[in-house]
């Protein structure tokens, strides 16, 4: 069975430092997907960031990393230059399969990152 | 683009009512998926459909939740006999068939049961 944990319940970071949010996965599948969502108060999931099982390069969007280390099975997200706006929960998930497998996401319990001036 | 729609937003109802909720995907889209997040939690996975067809359900989905998508477009999900248990919000979302990742979230509805 798949499982996504997050260990860090709260974080805080100052304005335009780098923040990293952890996230460790569980699977017996070779072909996987790891994605990290951001959820503001208003409740919509919004989508940052995705790295396959077998991209060899970290993914990267704008201000948003994802250090990938498949032997440590874990899928940190790294925020640069962090802003204001970036305080929400950020939640790690997981998709067993190649891109285009339909297949639901096994979520993380989050972290709440609060960003500070 | 308008995005994944819910309706309604949020739901209050009494114990033991049924309640129905809806969701509009992506057009184009023919994944819809439907997940509950409690208080606290991540999302958990309830159901999803290709087209019209079901196809996996979560042990989650007792027999008093039920959900259809009976032209490939929307889909309703249905919960009879609501316990209080029961509250949390409810979140649809899509994707296309191929060559994508992103599942597309909606806004949600929330559902408070007295």
């Known amino acids: 069975a798949q499982k996504i944990t997050q260990t860090q319940p709260g974080m805080f970071v100052q304005e335009k430092e780098a923040v990293t949010l952890d996230c460790t996965y569980d699977t017996s599948d070779q072909s996987y997907g790891l994605f990290w969502y951001k959820q503001p108060s208003s409740g919509e999931m919004i989508f940052l960031i995705y790295?396959?099982?077998?991209?060899?390069q970290n993914a990267t969007e704008g201000r948003y990393s994802l250090n990938f280390q498949k032997a440590r099975k874990s899928a940190n997200l790294v925020i640069s230059a962090s802003q204001l706006g970036d305080s929400a929960m950020y939640f790690c998930?997981?998709?067993?399969?190649?891109?285009?497998?339909?297949?639901?996401?096994?979520f993380g319990t989050g972290t709440r990152l609060q960003v500070t001036l | 683009d308008t995005g994944v729609s819910q309706n309604p937003r949020h739901k209050i109802t009494k114990r033991g009512q049924n309640v129905t909720f809806r969701c509009d995907p992506i057009?184009?889209?023919?994944?819809l998926y439907w997940y509950r997040q409690t208080l606290g939690q991540g999302p958990e996975f309830l159901t999803y459909?290709?087209?019209?067809?079901?196809?996996?359900k979560s042990r989650l989905l007792s027999d008093r939740f039920s959900a259809e998508r009976p032209k490939g477009s929307f889909s309703t999900l249905e919960i009879q006999r609501t316990e209080q248990g029961d509250s949390a919000m409810y979140l649809c979302?899509?994707?296309?068939?191929?060559?994508?990742?992103?599942?597309?979230f909606g806004p949600g509805t929330r559902l408070t049961v007295l």
């Open positions: 790295q396959g099982s077998y991209d060899e």
């Open positions: 459909f290709q087209n019209e067809a079901q196809l996996e």
């Open positions: 998930a997981m998709r067993e399969g190649l891109t285009g497998t339909a297949s639901k996401l096994t």
């Open positions: 979302a899509s994707s296309p068939a191929v060559q994508y990742n992103e599942q597309f």
């Open positions: 057009s184009e889209h023919n994944r």
